[in-house]
């Protein structure tokens, strides 16, 4: 119930316990605002929607009325403790958060993290005893083919043409120093344009229309700016047909990655172990050994040492050769 990215990394977990349990009712709590990425998933039986002004009571006894076997909570919070509490299901599991670890590490620099595991499997540690085992086929969303009919048809109306490379760029982050410099990101748009035969397309939410805006007026060439345009699918279609994703440590990185697609990632507070970064699989992680790092595991809206290194740091040449290294000529 937390962020796109989050719901995004359950998918594979989603889909292991389909194919472990194949005839049972599966059913998936969410926050209305996120319903689109589970949304057309064929391993969910149900999508529970948990909306604003629906209170949690109601929504627990709506839990204990569908008389559940097993609850996995892998969001394990306050909010997802007192729904699974006091409803006499068999099988209530989670996943290690790992808090001590994590506090350790942001707030003192000590790292007992024995591995740098991803989330998307530490959520297994929650179905482990059950028999659900990992299949290594990464996270998945699922989009109508008539929306990805239709977004092809955006693109060409916006100018794209279909002998070039879509580069899909996401400059934005739901905080200020997990987004690198407007100016970093026009250099490597404008490389990809004049080196790979890239057309670029801007996505983020409506507080990135303005940013989007700004690095396009940087570049000397036609760009689309969908930010705050678009709805989480049709991100989702519009990512489906890119040739690679750049961005921040975002929700779209890992909607990118949910399709197979190349991705290379700009990460500045935030570091591995915390277990966030993209699958290793065809994804490239572009940062800076700065020691501060990290100074969050979820994001902040200032530097807490003022110098904001951690991105500044990161030169447009880093990520233009993490981009080649995907897409060698």
């Known amino acids: 119930m937390s962020s796109i990215g989050d719901i995004i990394l359950t998918t594979a977990l989603i889909r292991c316990v389909r194919s472990k349990f194949p005839e ?68 209530k599991t989670g996943f290690s958060k790992k808090l001590f670890q994590r506090s350790l590490l942001v707030n003192l620099g000590i790292n007992l993290y024995r591995e740098a595991k991803p989330v998307v499997l530490r959520y297994f540690e929650s179905v482990e005893k059950q028999g659900v085992t990992y299949d290594n086929a990464g996270t998945e969303v699922f989009v109508p083919t008539e929306m990805v009919e239709a977004m092809k048809q955006k693109l060409l109306q916006s100018g794209y043409t279909s002998d070039k490379n879509l580069f899909v760029i996401s400059p934005g982050a739901s905080f200020t120093n997990k987004r690198w410099l407007p100016e970093g990101f026009s250099n490597v748009a404008g490389n990809l344009i004049a080196e790979k035969n890239g057309w670029i397309a801007f996505i983020g939410g409506k507080n990135d229309v303005m940013l989007c805006s700004e690095i396009q007026k940087m570049i000397d060439a036609e760009t689309a700016n969908f930010a705050g345009e678009f709805s989480l699918l049709d991100s989702a279609a519009l990512l489906s047909l890119c040739t690679a994703f750049i961005g921040n440590d975002s929700g779209m990185l890992h909607l990118a990655q949910a399709f197979k697609k190349p991705v290379v990632g700009i990460y500045g507070p935030t570091v591995k172990e915390l277990g966030y970064f993209p699958m290793e699989v065809n994804s490239v992680v572009v940062e800076k050994p700065v020691s501060c790092r990290p100074c969050t595991h979820m994001g902040l809206d200032h530097c807490p040492k003022k110098h904001f290194h951690c991105m500044n740091t990161i030169d447009s040449a880093d990520v233009i050769e993490a981009v080649n290294t995907l897409l060698p000529d």
């Open 24 to 91: 049972a009712q599966i059913d998936f709590l969410v926050k209305k605002q996120f319903y689109e990425v589970v949304q057309y998933n064929p391993c969910l039986s149900n999508i529970l929607i948990f909306e604003k002004g629906k209170k949690l009571k109601e929504l627990r006894q709506q839990i204990k009325q569908e008389k559940y076997d097993w609850i996995i909570d892998i969001h394990q919070n306050i909010r997802s403790l007192y729904l699974k509490t006091g409803l006499n299901i068999p099988l």
